[in-house]
């Protein structure tokens, strides 16, 4: 037996919602986006030329870079793009956290910070959220090596007031604040507005939930140039070419229909609102939600039960067997067609079951 396994890496991966393929299903488990993606995605994707292939894409993804800039209202030179903001939140926990100081992200966030941070062999430290799953803005006033606060966070749903994340943002001169904004297009408050005031935030969003196209792996960064141009200069130490080119120009399609963008999501808060008071009504505590997903318990059912009930059902929500949330199940909204069977089949199973 040789020796080589002392040389490699192990570490505890991401484990992403499951991508079962039933033709009943109603999938509400990875908060994907239930409605298309704007038509003009469509018409550009059946217009391009296979033999275009042959080639390289662009590398700084120019069209696709210049159309986000047009849209945020930012100079070219402060977006950066990548394949999904999975990409975009592992290149930029690469960049900016290379202290030897511990680097802070709650203990209930997005599961993938604890799994960048270790691939990275970044020390990290979790202060805890309330007793409300809200989170602390004091316990970032500590001295650290870069903080990671997903706003809205998931899987809470909660939104921390844009002023909370501009005292975090001031409070941490010496430290690069990433806001990952998944999220944020459902209600929340964008920090994009802070980039121009400090030179140590970065904002990172993604085209997966309110511009339906997780499959399209788009995401992308707005900071500081100097903060923009250390990032690209680690991906291009890496892999130049990250963006291909249907995403390149189906991007631009998507970021250009702002009509489609407000009509889908809006109809995304609706139902969510109404999912949310039907729950309600059922006997769930559901957080209040800035995103595309209710975060709810109900009162006597555990959440275990419900998840496995409604999975035999070919209803797929997120369980989390996690302490402190054990007992939420994260419930993606879908169309309300899809909302309307879901609550109707936990509706009949609270009433079998007494
Ligand atoms: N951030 C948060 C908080 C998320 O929930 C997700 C979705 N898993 C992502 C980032 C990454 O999404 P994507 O890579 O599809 O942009």
């Not at 020796?3 to 033709?23: A, F, H, L, M, S």
């Amino acid at each position: 037996m040789g020796d080589w396994r002392k040389n490699i890496r192990t570490v505890e991966p991401y484990v992403p919602g499951e991508q079962p393929k039933y033709e009943d299903m109603i999938k509400l488990n990875t908060n994907e986006n239930p409605y298309p993606p704007a038509p003009g995605v469509e018409k550009v994707l059946k217009s391009m030329e296979t033999g275009d292939f042959r080639l390289y894409p662009k590398p700084d993804a120019r069209e696709l870079v210049d159309a986000l800039a047009a849209e945020y209202g930012v100079p070219a030179e402060q977006v950066f793009v990548g394949v999904g903001s999975d990409d975009v939140l592992g290149m930029a926990f690469l960049t900016c956290f290379c202290g030897d100081k511990e680097i802070l992200f709650p203990d209930i966030t997005y599961s993938f910070y604890p799994v960048w941070a270790d691939l990275f062999r970044i020390p990290y430290k979790r202060p805890a959220l309330d007793e409300n799953f809200r989170i602390k803005k004091e316990d970032y006033f500590v001295p650290n090596g870069g903080i990671v606060i997903a706003n809205p966070n998931a899987p809470t749903s909660i939104a921390l007031p844009l002023a909370d994340i501009e005292e975090i943002v001031k409070h941490n001169p010496d430290s690069v604040v990433i806001i990952d904004e998944a999220y944020v297009d459902f209600g929340g408050e964008s920090a994009l507005p802070l980039v121009e005031k400090y030179d140590n935030l970065l904002v990172v969003q993604t085209f997966s939930k309110s511009r339906s196209m997780a499959g399209m792996r788009i995401g992308f960064a707005i900071g500081n140039r100097e903060l923009i141009d250390a990032m690209y200069a680690v991906r291009n130490s890496y892999n130049s070419y990250t963006m291909n080119m249907p995403s390149i120009l189906c991007g631009v399609e998507a970021v250009k229909d702002r009509a489609y963008f407000d009509k889908t999501r809006t109809a995304i808060m609706e139902t969510r609102e109404d999912t949310a008071k039907k729950l309600t009504a059922l006997g769930f505590t559901v957080l209040p939600s800035a995103t595309n997903f209710l975060f709810a318990a109900h009162e006597s059912v555990p959440a275990e039960e419900l998840f496995a009930m409604l999975r035999e059902k070919h209803i797929y929500v997120r369980y989390f067997k996690q302490p402190g949330i054990q007992n939420y199940l994260r419930i993606t909204i879908g169309t309300p067609e899809q909302m309307e069977r879901f609550v109707a089949e936990v509706e009949q199973y609270l009433a079998d079951r007494i």
